[in-house]
């Protein structure tokens, strides 16, 4: 079974800064989607950035950029020029590559991240 | 805005009373998921529907039942409440899995459910 951990259950950085949050998951599978989502509070969960497990480039959207470690299973979040707006949850995800079948999403436990004006 | 909608944002029931959880969504999207998530837990899948077809993860109680009566609603059925099923309950939604390879999946701003 495919899990996923993030080790850090809160983290905070000062507005303007950078920081990274960090995951790790754990596979047998070759081909599958990796993802980050963010969960502000009362609002809904919405997807910050994938990364595809074939690309051996890492994902970047706009101040937000991955480093995805395939053989070390290692997937951090890096986010640049922190904004108040950035203050959330954030859920690293896991999901095969499946044109058929089960489409389940396997979460972390999330990081709490707290900007700090 | 096409959207994930859930109502209502807070339910209260007590003890073995059934409740009923509602999502409707504005994207015509084939695919309808729910998870559950539980005070500083993962989200956890409990079940989808592709189109009429339902998916029951297979440690999904059975105290958790799911209709699907049309593309545009999904509800979840909690038949005997229990105070172990306190939680965030998340609908989601993605695309015909058959047109693209990646589907992203839409959350509705969930559904907090309290049992007294």
């Known amino acids: 079974a495919q899990t996923v951990t993030q080790s850090q259950p809160e983290m905070s950085v000062q507005e303007a800064e950078t920081v990274t949050l960090s995951c790790t998951y754990d596979t047998s599978e070759s081909d599958y989607y990796l993802f980050w989502y963010k969960q502000p509070p009362s609002r809904q969960m919405i997807l910050v950035i994938r990364q595809e497990a074939y690309k051996q480039q890492n994902a970047t959207e706009n101040r937000f950029s991955v480093n995805f470690q395939k053989a070390a299973k290692s997937f951090s979040l890096k986010i640049s020029d922190s904004q108040l707006g950035d203050a959330a949850m954030y859920f690293c995800?896991?999901?095969?590559?499946?044109?058929?079948?089960?489409?389940?999403?396997?979460f972390g436990t999330g990081t709490r991240l707290t900007i700090i004006p | 805005d096409a959207m994930v909608i859930q109502n209502p944002r807070y339910q209260v029931t007590q003890f073995g009373k059934p409740v009923t959880l509602s999502c409707s969504q504005t994207l015509n999207h084939n695919v309808m998921y729910w998870y559950q998530q539980k005070s500083s837990q993962a989200p956890k899948l409990l079940f989808h529907?592709?189109?009429?077809?339902?998916?029951n993860e297979a440690d999904t109680p059975d105290n958790f039942q799911s209709r699907r009566p049309n593309t545009s609603f999904c509800f979840l059925d909690i038949r005997s409440p229990g105070l172990g099923d306190a939680a965030m309950y998340l609908c989601?939604?993605?695309?015909?899995?058959?047109?693209?390879?990646?589907?992203?999946?839409?959350f509705g701003p969930g559904t907090r459910l309290t049992v007294t």
């Open positions: 529907y592709y189109d009429k077809d339902f998916n």
């Open positions: 989601a939604t993605s695309r015909d899995r058959s047109t693209t390879r990646f589907y992203e999946q839409y």
């Open positions: 995800a896991y999901r095969r590559t499946l044109n058929f079948g089960n489409e389940k999403l396997t």
